[in-house]
């Protein structure tokens, strides 16, 4: 029996460490500087257009920010611009499946729309959100709320 709780008390020793080791692995920047090329990948893809990215930094305690957001249309126009963007939320909330941000910081953003006769240039955006098989359920709902846009 002591044998037991010793090998439960070592794997969960084990465990925390992971956890440890993964909550400060990912502030790292060189961590952080890879999930921003991932992150910018994974847009373009989705969009199938050209999405630059230059930094992402976040912490586990809710602040999360991007710089040199650079998102272009399919035709290689530019779409947005985004010098900073700063969120502060409340990890908590986002657990409980509600996002609550406290503060969105906006710096250096241009946005350019342009509006076609049956079009308008960030329509595929709206595309890569839409559900590309016929009767899937709807999407459950969730709360967003903002306090402060600066």
């Known amino acids: ?69 650079e998102l272009d249309d399919r035709s290689q126009q530019p779409v947005l611009y985004a010098g900073k963007i700063n969120l502060e939320a409340d990890p908590l909330d986002l657990l409980q499946g509600q996002w609550v941000i406290h503060h969105i910081y906006l710096q250096d953003i241009t946005g350019h729309l342009v509006q076609s006769d049956s079009s308008m240039n960030i329509d595929f955006i709206l595309d890569a959100f839409t559900p590309t098989t016929p009767g899937t359920s709807p999407p459950t709902p969730f709360k967003l709320h903002c306090n402060q846009l600066i």
């Open 1 to 69: 029996m002591v044998r037991l709780l010793r090998l439960l008390g070592k794997a969960l020793l084990v465990l925390l460490l992971l956890l440890v080791v993964i909550v400060l692995g990912i502030h790292i920047p060189a961590v952080q500087q890879m999930i921003t090329s991932k992150v910018a990948a994974t847009l373009s893809s989705t969009f199938r257009s050209e999405v630059h990215l230059k930094k992402i930094r976040f912490s586990l305690l809710g602040h999360f920010e991007l710089e040199g957001l």
